[in-house]
């Protein structure tokens, strides 16, 4: 093995064997997530005094989002891709058409929506630690994928380099926003008042997370990725809707560095545009200083 490669995390399994075929990790943890997330969410409701059945509801009405949007995107590219904020978008959606129908309000509904897409989402990035999927940066310690992980999606690129456990990090983010959230509901926040501390601090802390995350196969625009620049829109919506002192807070943050980035980048390209071009290969420089042809 190059000397610059190194041996891959003993623990980093991307598949188990399950009645004698063997089942990616990343999906077992969505299932096993999805079912804690809907469970948990219908636990909360019965505690605080909601409506459990209305909860149960929306936890249906989200597992159908998912499936629209993964079966559409695979119609789209081809692929079974799975971006997150994709999905959560549709059950955001799908949260407000039910909301009438669970008896708990659009606000209220909201709250355990993302009780609900929390403890999917952060048992899901274990998931995706363990397969190699979303991966971090290079760096000169971390995890180790190993060749094994390139058949579930890892690049192939970065095998046998140590790279940034972003996806850890994510869910444990994640597991504690959630858990903050699950209390708040509990306490008897103002309805709303969990789904938009939730919704702005992750977007938050996720568009902060992107810069630790590998550049291959990651698509960006003006120096953001496709996932930085949906964490802005939506902490602008929560401002825009909730108008709480978190989500100004977060606004604020992730507007500013944003733009400090995006500025950064379209000086940079224009310093490259405004650059003479070089030299023909074919030319070289004279004793007097002038060119001429080789």
Do not use: K
Request: some cysteine; charged content about 10%.
């Amino acid at each position: 093995m190059p000397a610059e490669l190194r041996s891959p995390t003993r623990w980093l399994v991307p598949a188990v064997d399950v009645g004698g075929s063997a089942q990616s990790v990343w999906r077992l943890c969505a299932l096993g997530g999805y079912a804690s997330g809907a469970l948990g969410s219908v636990a909360i409701a019965a505690v605080s005094g909601d409506a459990p059945l209305g909860v149960a509801l929306l936890a249906v009405g989200a597992a159908l989002a998912f499936l629209l949007v993964t079966a559409v995107t695979l119609v789209v590219t081809g692929e079974e891709v799975y971006i997150f904020f994709h999905h959560a978008i549709a059950v955001v959606a799908t949260t407000a058409a039910l909301a009438s129908a669970t008896g708990l309000g659009l606000a209220r509904s909201m709250d355990y929506a993302m009780v609900g897409l929390g403890v999917c989402l952060a048992i899901g990035r274990v998931g995706c630690l363990m397969v190699g999927c979303c991966p971090g940066r290079p760096a000169s310690r971390g995890i180790v994928y190993g060749v094994g992980h390139v058949d579930h999606g890892f690049p192939a690129a970065l095998v046998g380099r140590p790279l940034v456990p972003v996806q850890a990090a994510e869910a444990a983010v994640v597991a504690v926003l959630t858990g903050i959230t699950a209390a708040m509901i509990l306490a008897g926040a103002r309805p709303g008042a969990a789904a938009a501390l939730w919704l702005a601090t992750y977007a938050t802390a996720r568009f902060g997370l992107e810069f630790g995350r590998s550049e291959i196969d990651h698509h960006s625009a003006a120096g953001l990725t496709q996932a930085q620049w949906t964490a802005l829109v939506i902490v602008g919506v929560v401002v825009a809707v909730d108008r709480g002192p978190v989500g100004v807070a977060a606004l604020v943050v992730v507007a500013s560095v944003a733009a400090g980035r995006v500025g950064v980048v379209l000086r940079r390209r224009a310093r490259i545009l405004a650059a003479p071009p070089p030299a023909p290969a074919n030319l070289r420089r004279s004793p007097a200083g002038s060119t001429s042809p080789g």
